[in-house]
């Protein structure tokens, strides 16, 4: 009875010991496995978490009066958060800017790779920025616009606007009075964009100084025309681009590699309106104007052949 019971007892303990040194395999098994997919574990963790886990964006968001809020061939409003793929980057940017938010904060999705970078690389090419910019209202463009993000996928834009709240509200009083004293609503839309075509021209000197974009005189922005009488192709362009807006008539501006004008929806098509080019230089120094870029199709303007004009159609549909 013994001998059977000391039995028993060395099958127990064999027992334990198998099942403690089975325990200790796959400890061990595990052990490497976990070191040997370390990243590969955690990344899929990280990946869970963002796709399913991760709280909603919170951020307060107003739109600000200049908003214009409208879709384009190249661009689209995109409002959610959650960035997907380069096509709703592009679009949240362009969002961004034309809501007149100076902060917005979005996440990108785990399965688009190259979120970050693709939003980082858009951000910092101000080629890029100033063809989406020039789809807002002037007001609504930029001066710099900078982001930061975390390992958490999320990223934050933040844009220094190109127009301080106290330009604004000069510009504001300025085109008031130009429009309440020069609109005649027994004209039709192209007669009164006429009307502030002229006006422009006739109030404006061209900057011939200003080869860089940085003037004292502002003559790169609407400032410099309405307030300074001073000008360069963007100043003028975003002048005209207020009275435009002003008459709700539809508008972007549009450019090339070295000028930028106005293209305007009218009568039931899209044409080329530069302002610049209606402003000729006179030797004598004397004042001009012209029509000859007036409210015409792509056409005309790309048979003038002045170099000026070339434009990426692949952008400016709508210009085609």
């Given amino acids: 009875m013994q001998s059977w019971y000391n039995n028993y007892g060395d099958d127990m303990n064999i027992k334990k010991l198998i099942k403690?040194?089975?325990?200790?395999?796959?400890?061990?098994?595990?052990?490497?496995?976990?070191?040997?997919?370390?990243?590969?574990i955690t990344n899929k963790i990280d990946y869970v978490y963002k796709k399913y886990m991760q709280p909603k964006i919170r951020q307060t968001l107003v739109d600000n009066e200049y908003r214009k809020k409208e879709n384009y061939e190249y661009l689209k409003i995109y409002e959610d958060t959650n960035i997907n793929n380069?096509?709703?980057?592009k679009n949240m940017i362009y969002t961004f800017l034309d809501s007149g938010w100076d902060s917005y904060t979005v996440k990108c999705n785990p399965d688009y790779l190259n979120c970050v970078n693709d939003i980082i690389e858009m951000a910092q090419?101000?080629?890029?920025?100033?063809?989406?910019?020039?789809?807002?209202?002037?007001?609504?463009?930029?001066?710099?616009?900078?982001?930061t993000f975390t390992s958490a996928g999320k990223m934050t834009l933040k844009k220094v606007s190109k127009y301080s709240d106290e330009q604004i509200?000069?510009?504001?009083?300025?085109?008031?009075?130009?429009?309440?004293?020069?609109?005649d609503p027994s004209k039709n839309v192209k007669e009164n964009i006429?009307?502030?075509?002229?006006?422009?021209?006739?109030?404006?000197?061209?900057?011939?100084?200003?080869?860089?974009?940085?003037?004292?005189?502002?003559?790169?922005?609407?400032?410099?025309v309405l307030i300074n009488g001073v000008g360069i192709c963007s100043g003028y362009t975003d002048a005209m681009a207020l009275f435009l807006e002003k008459m709700n008539v539809k508008n972007y501006r549009l450019s090339s590699s070295s000028h930028?004008?106005?293209l305007v929806y009218v009568g039931g098509k899209w044409l080329h309106l530069d302002l610049t080019?209606?402003?000729?230089?006179?030797?004598?120094?004397?004042?001009?104007?012209?029509?000859?870029?007036f409210l015409i199709d792509t056409n005309e303007l790309l048979s003038k052949e002045d170099?000026?004009?070339?434009?990426?159609?692949?952008?400016?549909i709508e210009a085609k």
Wanted: glycine fraction near 2%; charged fraction near 25%.
């Fill in 20 to 40: 403690i040194a089975v325990m200790v395999i796959i400890i061990v098994f595990l052990f490497y496995l976990i070191k040997d997919n370390y990243y590969l």
């Fill in 86 to 89: 380069k096509t709703e980057a």
């Fill in 125 to 147: 090419n101000e080629t890029y920025l100033t063809d989406l910019s020039n789809f807002v209202h002037p007001f609504n463009t930029f001066e710099e616009v900078n982001t």
């Fill in 169 to 183: 509200k000069v510009i504001n009083e300025k085109v008031n009075e130009i429009y309440d004293k020069y609109y």
């Fill in 194 to 224: 006429k009307i502030f075509h002229d006006y422009i021209i006739n109030n404006t000197k061209y900057d011939s100084d200003n080869k860089t974009g940085a003037s004292s005189t502002d003559s790169s922005t609407a400032y410099g």
């Fill in 260 to 262: 930028v004008w106005n």
């Fill in 277 to 293: 080019w209606d402003d000729p230089i006179m030797e004598d120094k004397s004042d001009a104007i012209s029509d000859e870029y």
């Fill in 307 to 316: 170099n000026e004009h070339e434009f990426d159609s692949t952008i400016y």
